[in-house]
């Protein structure tokens, strides 16, 4: 079965430091997403990008944050410089056309220190 | 988005029926329910989605009220692996967005 690939399972940043966030979704999907879990809170949706452009995004999703699609295959999410409260689990996630469930990858568990 | 409502536990004996409960009595006529569960801080997993009708698929059964304002998961056979957090959404099927919004969610234990 098709898989969402996130890389790496986990990492390990000092605060103020860049951090970058790598996802392989599906091959034939179209829509990609990135949602972010802390450690005990609800899964919550941070972007979402369609056609190599952001179509939403959530009040978290500030200036720090980036998206980016660079090869056709990869989607990145890019936090510039990180906060102790960045610290979380980030789904990357893609789904195809229509209206069918969304295919999550398993996560990078990102600890900021 | 409508507003669903979930039990936040619920307990099940291993290879007895699993049945989540979900209400959502703002539910428009466009809206989907969809469940999906997530196994301990892994990526949330979609099981199975409906409109009015009754669906079945390989992992579950979803039964929607004739008023649509209520659902039903059912896992017929639970295992210990089926142990979870199960999300009841709502959602249309329109738009390029179609971000999906996460409650707290059910939280199944299955035990021996």
């Known amino acids: 079965e098709p898989e969402v690939t996130q890389t790496p399972s986990h990492q390990v940043t000092q605060m103020g430091q860049e951090v970058i966030l790598r996802c392989v979704p599906i091959?034939?999907?179209?829509?990609f997403y990135w949602y972010r879990q802390i450690l005990g809170q609800k899964v919550e949706f941070l972007v979402s990008?369609?056609?190599?452009?952001?179509?939403?995004k959530s009040e978290i999703f500030d200036d720090q944050f980036s998206v980016e699609r660079p090869d056709g295959s990869n989607f990145t999410l890019k936090i510039r410089s990180t906060k102790l409260e960045d610290s979380a689990m980030y789904f990357c996630?893609?789904?195809?056309?229509?209206?069918?469930?969304?295919?999550f990858g398993s996560g990078t568990r990102l600890t900021v220190v | 988005d409508a507003k669903t409502t979930q039990p936040p536990s619920m307990d099940c004996a291993e290879g007895r029926a699993a049945n989540l409960p979900c209400n959502h009595s703002?539910?428009?006529?466009?809206?989907?329910v969809y469940w999906y569960r997530q196994i301990h801080s892994q990526g949330p997993q979609y099981i199975i989605h409906?409109?009015?009708n009754n669906e079945t698929n390989e992992m579950a059964s979803l039964i929607i009220t004739e008023d649509r304002k209520s659902s039903t998961l059912i896992l017929p056979h639970a295992t210990l692996r089926d142990t979870a957090v199960y999300y009841c959404?709502?959602?249309?099927?329109?738009?390029?967005?179609?971000?999906?919004?996460f409650g707290k969610g059910t939280l199944l234990t299955v035990n021996p």
């Open positions: 996630a893609s789904r195809g056309q229509g209206y069918y469930g969304y295919t």
């Open positions: 091959s034939n999907h179209l829509y």
């Open positions: 990008f369609y056609n190599n452009e952001i179509s939403e």
């Open positions: 703002t539910i428009s006529g466009n809206e989907y």
């Open positions: 409906g409109l009015k």
């Open positions: 959404i709502v959602k249309d099927s329109g738009g390029s967005n179609y971000k999906l919004t």
